[in-house]
């Protein structure tokens, strides 16, 4: 058998999962600190997006209609499913390999003696390549939890907290309600923070009034009027009619859909964006191993369903 050599960016991933004692740790002190000595301060709208299921979805929606709108997009994902690649995007482009490598000797050399994980590196690398692309737009997408996820440590011009239910409990806690509190810690004072579960926890709406968020729930500040072959958003001030059915399957995806148009909606003045562009984004957002048809004799679907919510909706799918 012959084994080929590792490439560059091969080697420094290897590197990344030893460096640091636990694979999560999560805390935002030792990440700051190195995205301080990097002086990394986004001068772009940040969109951040959290949530238990739903989020990869919304973060294709939010980057096809803005792409779809002109602007030059950066967007952080994890995990991959092939490629490390898949986790930074610039422009709709997965970063290539000496990017990153670039970004993670930039982080190296600034770390000093802080230990950083697999995960918060990569946050951080994404950060330092959307800077130096001068992107006009960042969509991240928290790893785990909210509240003390690595990309926490940037502050959002608008959050979403897409869903809430029972995912990472050794970490984030056994009920909705523990749960709910972390999704929200991406809420910031004063700027919007969409939610798209139907029935948020008491928790997440608490911490958002407590911190003078401007709350925006679907049911409420937003809704979706579905028909036979078109949908119409409805938000706080603007309406959307006759909206493409989204091309990804699931009649879940019209409520992740929905919550990246109140995003929109609530940066209108930082990031407008018209009718055609919306219609294009949702007609040609799509993410792999979401209901994804791979065959047809027989008929393969696959499908990152790892939790009851994500299984439930699966089901009701299929």
């Given amino acids: 058998m ?9 080697a420094w991933l290897a590197r990344l999962e030893q460096l640091h004692p636990s694979t999560i740790e999560l805390g935002l002190e030792r990440v700051r600190r190195v995205k301080d000595a990097l002086g990394l301060e986004p001068a772009f709208p940040v969109i951040i ?39 930074v995007r610039i422009a709709g482009q997965e970063s290539d390999d000496a990017a990153l490598v670039r970004a993670f000797e930039q982080i190296d050399a600034a770390r000093g003696s802080t230990s950083l994980t697999y995960f918060e590196f990569g946050t951080l690398g994404a950060m330092v390549q959307f800077i130096n692309a001068e992107i006009e737009v960042a969509i991240l997408e928290v790893g785990l939890g909210g509240r003390l996820d690595a990309v926490n440590v940037f502050d959002a011009d608008a959050a979403i907290v897409t869903s809430v239910d029972l995912d990472h409990m050794d970490y984030l806690g056994d009920t909705r309600e523990k749960i709910g509190f972390e999704k929200a810690g991406i809420y910031r004072a004063g700027s919007p923070a969409i939610c798209a579960d139907p029935d948020p926890p008491a928790s997440l709406l608490e911490h958002a009034r407590q911190i003078v968020a401007d709350l925006r729930c679907v049911g409420r500040d937003f809704s979706i009027l579905r028909a036979e072959d078109h949908w119409t958003y409805k938000g706080r001030v603007t309406t959307r009619p006759a909206l493409p059915i989204p091309a990804m399957a699931g009649t879940y995806q019209l409520r992740n859909a929905a919550g990246a148009l109140a995003v929109l909606e609530a940066l209108h003045v930082p990031l407008p964006v018209s009718e055609a562009a919306v219609c294009k984004g949702l007609a040609t957002a799509l993410v792999p191993g ?5 065959a047809r004799s027989p008929e393969v679907i696959l499908d990152v369903a790892h939790n009851p919510e994500a299984a439930r909706a699966l089901a009701a799918t299929l």
Wanted: with cysteine; net charge positive; hydrophobic share 30%.
């Fill in 49 to 87: 997006v959290g949530g238990t299921n739903g989020k990869g979805s919304t973060c294709a929606y939010l980057e096809a209609i803005l792409l779809a709108a002109g602007y030059k997009t950066g967007l952080y994902t994890s995990p991959h499913l092939l490629r490390y690649n898949e986790r």
């Fill in 2 to 10: 012959i084994t080929q050599p590792l490439t560059p960016l091969d």
């Fill in 290 to 294: 979401r209901f994804q048809r791979i």
